[in-house]
């Protein structure tokens, strides 16, 4: 201890520094998935059900303060009949008073042998008329354990005469493979 002179100690800090930060990139891994939301809002399958609104108004997507609560089907393709491997999950309610943007608290939730007991967690303002609306990832579970990044949201089937619809969600992750070794 005593033939730590300041000199010597600093430099320790400096490779110190200069390691995290090496690791810190190496440790990144982007992840790109695409996948299908199966969506029905009437009819014995319904899967989107509005469960609170302002009294006295139509609770409805574009009608401020109505709150939904989803549970979509994830499907690998965009055909309602391909693999489904998991369920999108969640509340949202249209936040704004012009009704355009609905608050999304949503985890989609593994179901199949790839994904079962992975989730990720996707929270954030969408903005309801855009094409495409990006939503952040803030968390997950499992195979996403310190996910970040972010979704896109895009309907790509809408038939109204059977309110049914299909939402594409690329999904983007940055994954910190190893956050308890760094700087170590
Ligand atoms: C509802 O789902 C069941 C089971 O998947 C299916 O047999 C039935 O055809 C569906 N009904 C409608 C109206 O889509
Ligand atoms: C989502 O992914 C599909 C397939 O890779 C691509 O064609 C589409 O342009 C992407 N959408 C956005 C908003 O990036």
């Not at 994904?115 to 996403?144: D, N």
């Amino acid at each position: 201890m005593a033939s730590n002179s300041p000199t010597k100690l600093s430099l320790c800090f400096i490779l110190l520094i200069f390691t995290c930060i090496q690791s810190d990139a190496a440790q990144l891994q982007e992840t790109k998935i695409t996948v299908y939301l199966q969506d029905r809002t009437r009819g014995p399958n319904t899967t989107v059900v509005p469960i609170a609104g302002i009294h006295g108004k139509a609770w409805t997507f574009f009608s401020f303060g109505t709150v939904y609560c989803t549970d979509d089907p994830i499907t690998e393709g965009l055909e309602e009949s391909s693999a489904q491997i998991g369920r999108a999950q969640g509340i949202f309610v249209i936040s704004s008073l012009d009704g355009s943007i609905a608050h999304v608290l949503l985890s989609l939730v593994g179901t199949n042998e790839e994904y079962s007991g992975s989730t990720i967690e996707i929270q954030g303002p969408s903005r309801q008329l855009e094409k495409a609306r990006e939503v952040a990832v803030v968390g997950g579970t499992g195979k996403f354990r310190y996910a970040r990044g972010y979704v896109t949201f895009e309907t790509v089937i809408l038939d109204l005469a059977n309110s049914y619809s299909v939402i594409r969600c690329n999904i983007t992750l940055a994954q910190d493979l190893f956050p308890y070794d760094r700087c170590t």
